[in-house]
Every structure is written in structure tokens, then in C-alpha cells.
């Protein structure tokens, strides 16, 4: 079985300063790993993804995301916080050797607050 | 806009009743995806379907059933409502529905159901 643990509920930032959202994953075999934001009233809008090949992936509304393997994490960065990136954010994974299904699983959520 | 299409946006209904809510994917995609968001339990996946086939079964109730239809599009049957299924309901889609695929899921805007 696969599964995502975004430890923090919420996380604060400053305007400007940088942020960090925390993901671990488990899966039994490679996991492919993705990022994705939740705007209030809205779906959930893909941020980035990592498959393969380096390990920093670059995204959507510069962010990033940094795949570790021996510490199962990809966690979210962005080097400056905008006040417009407060949203909810939900880190996702699929085994790649799951061949019954193409389906993610998500963390719980983490909801980033930047103030001005 | 992610190309994925959910109706109705809201739905109020009481205790006991059925109610149907529908997905038209993305032009081209062939998988549909399922997800309820509730405020306890996160984003739980609920079923998929491939080209009109049932591909994998999360955590649905058998009181929920789904299919996709010819054209693709997918409809999620609720009945015997209950106040604890009140939620947002989400469809996804993408291309394919092998284990192979790495691409993301495009998520529509969401049914959201209140159970009174």
C-alpha cells in the first residue's frame, strides 16, 4: 500500500521569505511523487511532479520540489513567499509498479499562510 | 481551467435521498478518477474507470456506484444519503489508465453535497 504524510496542518511564512511544505511518502516499489494547490472554493490545480533523473524538480509559480530517496520525503520549496500563495497544498503519490490503477494518494494537506 | 467538467457545483439534499453527479473529462483522456473531500478524512480516492471499464476500487461505500459511459463521461451514484456524506466531490481524468502512465491528474472545480 502507498501513502503521503504532510506532518504540519499549517504552515506560516512571511511575504517574501522563503517556505518550505514537508512530504513523506511510503510505497513498495519507486514512487512516482506530485504537488498540487488548492484554491479556496476550487479543484486542485497540478503544481509538479517528479518521475525520474534529478532531484530538484522545478514547477508551476516557481516552485520546487526536492526528491530524497533515503529519507522518502519531497518536500515543496519557494525561494520568496507571495501573499497570493496562500492556498492549500497536497503532496500525492503512485507506486510505479502498481499496475492495477493509475490513482494517487494524497497527504492530508498543509495549509500555507503568507503574511504580508 | 483544467478541461474538466462537474455538474451540479452545489447539490442540498435530505437524508435517505439519491443523487447522481457528473463528469465529462478532458478532451482525450480515457481515465476518470473519483475523489471525496471531506474535512476529517482528506482527499480518499473512490474508483476509477478506463475507456468505460471499472479499473480500481478505493474506499467507496456500496451505496455509491459509478460508470463512464461511451462518450467518457462518468456519472457518481449516491444513495441512501446520510449527513456523514456530506462532501466535495471531485472527478480527475488523464490519458491512460496503465500502470505505466506518469502523467498527473487534471482535477475538475467539484460537486459539493450537503446532506440535511
Known amino acids: 500500500a502507498q501513502s503521503v504524510a504532510q506532518p504540519e496542518d499549517q504552515v506560516n511564512v512571511a511575504e517574501g521569505n522563503p517556505l518550505t511544505v514537508k512530504c513523506t511518502y511510503s510505497?513498495?516499489?519507486?514512487?512516482?511523487l506530485f504537488w498540487y494547490v488548492q484554491y479556496p472554493n476550487r479543484g486542485l490545480q497540478f503544481l509538479l511532479k517528479?518521475?525520474?533523473?534529478?532531484?530538484l524538480v522545478k514547477g508551476s509559480y516557481g516552485f520546487e520540489a526536492e526528491f530524497n530517496k533515503s529519507q522518502t520525503s519531497f518536500h515543496l520549496k519557494k525561494p520568496s513567499a507571495l501573499v497570493s500563495d496562500s492556498a492549500l497544498y497536497f503532496c500525492?503519490?503512485?507506486?510505479?509498479?502498481?499496475?492495477?490503477?493509475?490513482?494517487?494518494?494524497f497527504g492530508g494537506g498543509t495549509r500555507l499562510m503568507v503574511k504580508p | 481551467d483544467s478541461g474538466v467538467t462537474q455538474t451540479p457545483k452545489h447539490l442540498i439534499t435530505a437524508t435517505g435521498q439519491r443523487v447522481t453527479l457528473r463528469c465529462s473529462p478532458r478532451?482525450?483522456?480515457?481515465?476518470v478518477y473519483w475523489y471525496q473531500q471531506s474535512l476529517d478524512q482528506g482527499l480518499q480516492f473512490l474508483i476509477q474507470?478506463?475507456?468505460?471499464?471499472?479499473?480500481a476500487k478505493g474506499n467507496i461505500l456500496e451505496r455509491f456506484s459509478a460508470q463512464q459511459f461511451p462518450d467518457l463521461h462518468s456519472e457518481l451514484n449516491l444513495s441512501s444519503l446520510e449527513l456523514g456524506d456530506s462532501a466535495l466531490y471531485f472527478c480527475?481524468?488523464?490519458?491512460?489508465?496503465?500502470?505505466?502512465?506518469?502523467?498527473?491528474?487534471?482535477f475538475g472545480e467539484g460537486s459539493r453535497l450537503t446532506v440535511l
Open positions: 510505497v513498495s516499489g519507486n514512487p512516482y
Open positions: 474507470y478506463y475507456n468505460g471499464e471499472e479499473r
Open positions: 517528479y518521475i525520474t533523473g534529478d532531484n
Open positions: 478532451s482525450g483522456d480515457l481515465s
Open positions: 500525492a503519490v503512485r507506486d510505479r509498479g502498481n499496475n492495477a490503477g493509475n490513482m494517487l494518494t
Open positions: 480527475a481524468s488523464s490519458v491512460v489508465g496503465s500502470g505505466s502512465n506518469t502523467g498527473e491528474l487534471f
